[in-house]
């Protein structure tokens, strides 16, 4: 494993970080067992994975609570997250105050390195900042939490127009951002600030649905050619993405989407998600290979560095191709 400092916090976290959302859920979604579910943590932990991504929405914390009592309890990095809404309604201070509690008794631990508002939309920003942050920057003065952190809501802020407020405000330590082949508005509009300020980057999104589930991408890619955000000869093809595929170069569209995100200056963890034991070892491989050949980054930053808000589904609402 390689291993890399998250920002300011200087944490050393693992530069392939295992996600138990997404679809998958470490397998919750995808029919596992509960034990399955914590073998596969035990198993990302074994191939020296020391970052687990969680959160109270994805009802896997107490599996990785139970996961992490097998090693010692600073060998690991735990980083989870509560809403900021609640059945439409903004949680107040005392509401994200008992869900740092909630979580830290899942987790069955006493402190968490990184604690996260989640999926923070741009209306609910300032309420963020000025009012959830400094109930949750008092439970940091009492060890409860060690990093104060925020994700943006792809599918709902594809400009990522509340990171770029929150770049500017120092509460923040640790962000967590959709990037991917497609994807890479944050190489102008997030990360030049977060590499300034020091703020640690964990990147979602990295493969998700486009780049797993068949079809999409051609599906994907023919809507951009229809809406003429793609050149026409990519409406032609099944296969837009496989001239990544050579001697040389990826042996498959994980393998180029997890290299090209790991490779990415400012990017710090790659977060991957799976509920499939030969899924993790492949992409903890991906993570760890050297970048793709110089001209498939440079053709992939030509043809789709001005794109946005691409690929950014919500778990469960993607229309597969057979
Ligand atoms: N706003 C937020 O805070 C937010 C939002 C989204 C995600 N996240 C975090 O980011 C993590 C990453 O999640 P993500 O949803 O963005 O997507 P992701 O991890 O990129 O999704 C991977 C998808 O591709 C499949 N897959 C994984 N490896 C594969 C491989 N080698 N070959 C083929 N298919 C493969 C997985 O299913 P299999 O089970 O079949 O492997 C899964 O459906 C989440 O777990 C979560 O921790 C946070």
Redesign the pocket.
């Known amino acids: 494993m390689d291993y890399t400092t998250l920002g300011r916090t200087g944490l050393r976290v693992s530069v392939a970080g295992l ?7 470490i ?1 919750r979604g ?1 029919g596992l067992g509960e034990d399955e579910s914590v073998a596969l943590v035990r198993e990302a932990l074994d191939l020296g994975v020391n970052f687990i ?3 109270e929405a ?1 009802g896997t914390e107490d599996l990785v609570g139970r996961a992490i009592q097998a090693v010692p309890r600073d060998s690991v990095v735990i980083s989870t ?1 509560c809403l900021t809404r609640h059945g439409g309604n903004l949680q107040s201070a005392t509401d994200v105050v008992r869900a740092l509690e909630d979580s830290l008794g899942r987790l069955g631990t006493e402190y968490v390195d990184v604690f ?1 508002l ?2 923070v939309a741009p209306a609910a920003y300032a309420h963020a900042r000025d009012v959830l942050a400094p109930a949750l920057l008092r439970e940091k003065e009492k060890g409860k939490l060690r990093h104060l952190g925020i ?4 599918p709902h802020d594809p400009q990522q127009a509340m990171l770029q407020q929150a770049v500017h405000d120092p509460c923040w330590e640790v962000m ?1 951002l959709a990037f991917h082949m497609m994807n890479q508005g944050a190489r102008r509009q997030v990360f030049p600030h977060t590499r300034r300020e020091g703020i640690g980057t964990l990147l ?6 486009i ?2 589930v068949p079809g999409l991408l051609a599906q994907t890619v023919k809507g951009l050619v229809a809406e003429g955000r793609l050149p026409a000869r990519f409406g032609d093809t099944e296969a837009p993405l496989d001239f990544l595929l050579h001697a040389g170069g990826a042996t ?1 569209l ?1 393998d180029a989407a997890y290299r090209f995100a790991r490779h990415e200056p400012g990017a710090d963890v790659v ?6 034991r030969a ?1 993790l070892r ?2 903890i491989e991906s993570i760890l290979k050297p970048p793709l050949p110089a001209a498939d980054v440079r053709t992939l930053y030509d043809l789709f560095g001005d794109l946005q808000g691409v690929g950014l589904d919500l ?1 469960g609402r993607v229309q597969a191709k057979a």
């Not at 996600?19 to 859920?25: D, E, F």
């Open positions: 996600g138990c959302g997404g679809n998958s859920r397998g995808t991504d969680t959160a994805y997250k996260h989640h999926a994700t943006e809501t792809g967590m979602m999104f990295v493969v998700r649905n780049f797993s498959s994980t977060l991957f998600g799976t509920g499939k899924h492949a992409n778990p």
